[in-house]
């Protein structure tokens, strides 16, 4: 008789998993909520039954299954930790967001207001760009409150370039959106 007929996880394997995320489901909150957890522990034993009706080991009971189930569990929950250790959720990526009607990736101006981090690694590589395109980004990265619901709109309607004019107080001629982007390609 096949494993996966003969033992399941709802019962004392789901609760002990529900128990196990309880005490730790901070170490990987950041790459996935409560129930994918749940799913991905359900797939562990799927995957764990399968291993073991494939290499034809014997399974005495089920406290021996339980046995095998927390070692294989616990292995792949550190997998999962340093997963979430090594995420770095980068101040920036919070700061966009996607619109259903369009493509464009636009400021979201919630986010945005007040934000403050340390952006240490960014500072650095912020200093290393030069003239015109620095002073876009400053502005871009600091754009001051009054101004971020026109930097929102100047976005959207595709006239960003005369909003970066205006407020760094450069004459409306100058391309400053494409030399920020032939910064960018250029390297």
Same mark, same amino acid.
């Given at each position: 008789?096949?494993?996966?007929?003969?033992?399941?996880?709802? #019962?004392? $394997?789901? #609760? &002990? /998993?529900?128990?196990?995320?309880?005490?730790?489901?901070?170490?990987?909150?950041?790459?996935?909520? &409560?129930?994918?957890?749940?799913?991905?522990?359900?797939?562990?034993?799927?995957?764990?039954?399968?291993?073991?009706?494939?290499?034809?080991?014997?399974?005495?009971?089920?406290?021996?299954?339980?046995?095998?189930?927390?070692? +294989?569990?616990?292995?792949?929950?550190?997998?999962?930790?340093?997963?979430?250790?090594?995420?770095? @959720?980068?101040?920036?990526?919070?700061? $966009?967001?996607?619109?259903?009607?369009?493509?464009?990736?636009?400021?979201? @101006?919630?986010?945005?207001? #007040?934000?403050?981090?340390?952006?240490? &690694?960014?500072?650095?590589?912020?200093?290393? /760009?030069?003239? @015109?395109?620095?002073?876009?980004?400053?502005?871009? $990265?600091?754009?001051?409150?009054?101004?971020?619901?026109? +930097?929102?709109?100047? &976005?959207? #309607?595709?006239?960003?370039?005369?909003?970066?004019?205006?407020?760094?107080?450069?004459?409306?001629? /100058?391309?400053? /959106?494409?030399?920020?982007?032939?910064?960018?390609?250029?390297?």
């Amino acid at each position: 008789m096949s494993y996966i007929k003969r033992f399941s996880f709802e #019962g004392p $394997i789901e #609760g &002990y /998993v529900h128990n196990f995320l309880a005490h730790n489901f901070w170490k990987i909150k950041n790459i996935m909520d &409560y129930e994918d957890a749940l799913q991905e522990a359900r797939f562990l034993f799927c995957i764990l039954l399968k291993r073991l009706e494939k290499s034809k080991s014997f399974v005495e009971n089920d406290a021996h299954l339980m046995s095998l189930f927390k070692t +294989a569990w616990g292995r792949y929950f550190i997998t999962l930790s340093n997963k979430n250790t090594k995420y770095k @959720e980068t101040p920036f990526t919070n700061l $966009i967001s996607e619109e259903s009607d369009n493509s464009d990736w636009v400021l979201n @101006e919630a986010e945005l207001a #007040g934000f403050d981090i340390n952006s240490g &690694y960014f500072e650095c590589l912020l200093s290393k /760009v030069s003239g @015109e395109v620095r002073e876009v980004l400053c502005l871009l $990265i600091n754009v001051p409150q009054h101004l971020l619901k026109e +930097a929102e709109e100047a &976005y959207r #309607g595709k006239n960003m370039n005369s909003f970066l004019c205006k407020a760094l107080g450069k004459p409306s001629g /100058v391309d400053l /959106v494409g030399k920020v982007k032939q910064y960018f390609l250029s390297d």
